[in-house]
């Protein structure tokens, strides 16, 4: 059994049979043979292993002539590798004795050779073992060829494992087929992240190379609720993480049943619960949770994976959507929160070496008037159908407020000239996410109807840490005693002005987190929809003087891991059946 730690960036636990996505793309399967098919499948085989030869034996003798033996004798290597004995034996021997599919006896066979190659720690034998995963794929590709399956196209339930898995490959997973995931990169806060808690699919991400270590078909397990994954589970495992799996399931039904109670503190106060959302089809989640509206409509996956900008139309229907659905209910929708980096129809004219401090957010929208514009009419149009606020995320100077309102108010004289309806008495917000917004708060709050603290980012530009890097991911606090005398500072300025604020973010979905910002003050919250049942039952089993007394004794604190430690006893002695397993 192999237990390993990433960052848990989904909730829940899966058990299923492994997918494995290779650094190409292939999908390799475990699929077992009926005994009447060994015959063909071994002939299969034997094909693909003459084919992946002749490939070679072309590459060695054309890079030969251009370069001389010595750098075609490379490929000799990979050729002799191929043609070994004992190699073809193994293989042979998992489709005949044991009726593996070619694939998965490959997959299997060669892996376990290049296991024992990384294991001799050397650079040496580290190119060997890249040699082999090179013949690996070489051979998948005849074996598979088109018959290469999109996750999308799934027809039986398995947990996936990648390298990495794009927000756009993340959104089109089925959670009746994909039961959880786990990659090697990524971060805890990264849209695949986000995509994933919308789905409600567990997942862990920033494992480190380990695909070496699994092939297709043998069971895994993916640990959504402390970050990690077991390989080659043993019963005992496994039978503890299936009774897991069921105490989630009790959990969450005897949760559901508030669904249709307010979020009310014991001692009356009422704590407005909002969702966050990346999908049009979240609102169905969001409803059935009880949610009182929809406190951050991210819009960034109108662009993420798109070969093409996103039309005024598409903007609209995806918009309008969600603001019918919610049936008079308040849509908080955000304008684009992503980095020139990640729009994929639209080509850097050089690589943004620091993106998170590069051309990202309001400050593309303004350098892409036009983008801009498109984007603000849809939000307008569909501000005609119901109760649409409009949020500009990443605000760090006056100047760039105001002119992001200016462009607002030419796009809506465009449309009152154009006798086109649009709410003219739409709410005008902005993200507080960075500290030079908190500091300059006092002058943003004249501007502006409401404010939402975008918590993931504050902590990131606050500490000065990359949320996405996972050798620095231990330096990533979310209460980190700076980030709530930030936080602290907003809401008493937002109070004196009596402008409405509420917190966003990982603080926001967590309930011991969620009890500190209620002593803070915070009265609204926007959580992701599957967590809207945890935060109402922290809402309904706490008093406000009581989060009070926690957040005095937690600002005494000088560390996060104090404050973290001390927020899960409170929590723990509260609301045990919130403390996670």
């Known amino acids: 059994m192999i237990a390993l730690q990433g960052i848990s960036v989904s909730s829940g636990v899966a058990i299923g049979e492994a997918l494995v996505i290779d650094y190409e793309g292939f999908r390799i399967p475990r699929r077992f043979l009926m005994r009447d098919a060994v015959d063909d499948e071994l002939q299969r085989l034997s094909s693909a292993m003459e084919a992946v030869a002749e490939d070679i034996e072309r590459n060695r003798v054309s890079i030969a002539s251009q370069l001389g033996e010595k750098y075609g004798a490379i490929f000799a290597a990979h050729l002799q590798v191929l043609r070994d004995e004992r190699l073809n034996n193994e293989i042979r021997h998992l489709v005949l004795e044991r009726h593996y599919s070619p694939e998965y006896a490959v997959s299997r066979t060669l892996r376990r050779y290049a296991k024992v190659f990384l294991e001799l720690d050397s650079a040496h034998h580290a190119e060997r073992a890249q040699d082999i995963f090179d013949i690996e794929r070489s051979l998948l590709y005849y074996l598979l060829g088109l018959r290469r399956e999109e996750l999308s196209h799934l027809t039986s339930p398995v947990v996936v494992l990648a390298h990495n898995l794009r927000p756009s490959e993340t959104a089109k997973l089925n959670p009746e087929f994909v039961l959880g995931f786990a990659t090697e990169i990524g971060g805890g806060l990264s849209h695949t992240a986000i995509v994933a808690k919308g789905l409600e699919i567990p997942a862990v991400v920033g494992m480190g190379e380990f695909l070496t270590d699994v092939s297709g078909g043998d069971l895994v397990i993916v640990d959504g609720d402390h970050g990690r994954i077991i390989l080659q589970p043993d019963e005992e495992t496994i039978a503890r993480y299936r009774h897991e799996v069921e105490e989630h399931r009790t959990i969450s039904a005897r949760l559901d049943e508030l669904a249709e109670l307010p979020a009310q503190t014991q001692d009356g106060t009422l704590i407005r619960l909002a969702a966050n959302i990346e999908f049009p089809h979240e609102v169905a989640s969001c409803i059935q949770r009880g949610a009182e509206g929809i406190g951050l409509y991210r819009t960034e996956f109108l662009y993420l994976g798109a070969s093409e900008e996103p039309t005024e139309e598409d903007h609209f229907q995806a918009y309008s959507q969600v603001v019918s659905a919610m049936k008079g209910h308040s849509v908080v929708i955000r304008t684009l929160d992503l980095g020139a980096d990640k729009m994929g129809h639209k080509p850097l004219g050089e690589e943004e070496h620091n993106p998170f401090l590069g051309l990202r957010s309001i400050r593309l929208s303004l350098k892409n008037v036009t983008l801009f514009r498109t984007q603000l009419r849809a939000i307008l149009r569909a501000s005609a159908l119901g109760q649409i606020e409009l949020m500009f995320p990443l605000i760090s100077t006056m100047v760039e407020l105001r002119q992001a309102k200016s462009v607002l108010n030419d796009v809506m004289e465009d449309l009152a000239e154009e006798g086109i309806p649009f709410d003219a008495d739409l709410k005008v917000g902005m993200m507080v996410e960075v500290p030079a917004a908190v500091m300059m708060i006092d002058r943003f709050l004249r501007e502006v109807d409401f404010v939402s603290i975008g918590t993931n980012d504050l902590v990131q530009y606050t500490l000065a840490v990359d949320r996405d890097n996972k050798d620095v991911a231990d330096l990533y606090q979310t209460v980190d005693p700076s980030v709530l005398r930030l936080i602290d500072a907003t809401l008493k300025s937002a109070a004196e002005a009596d402008v409405f604020v509420s917190v966003c973010g990982e603080i926001s979905g967590q309930p011991a987190f969620a009890m500190l910002l209620l002593g803070m003050g915070v009265r609204a919250l926007s959580v992701p929809p599957s967590l809207i049942p945890e935060i109402k039952k922290l809402c309904r089993s706490v008093s406000v003087p ?33 403390v996670p397993f």
């Open 546 to 578: 009581d989060c009070e007394a926690i957040y005095q004794c937690a600002m005494d604190m000088e560390t996060a891991g104090e404050i973290k430690t001390y927020l899960h006893e409170e929590l723990r002695k509260t609301v045990p059946e919130l």
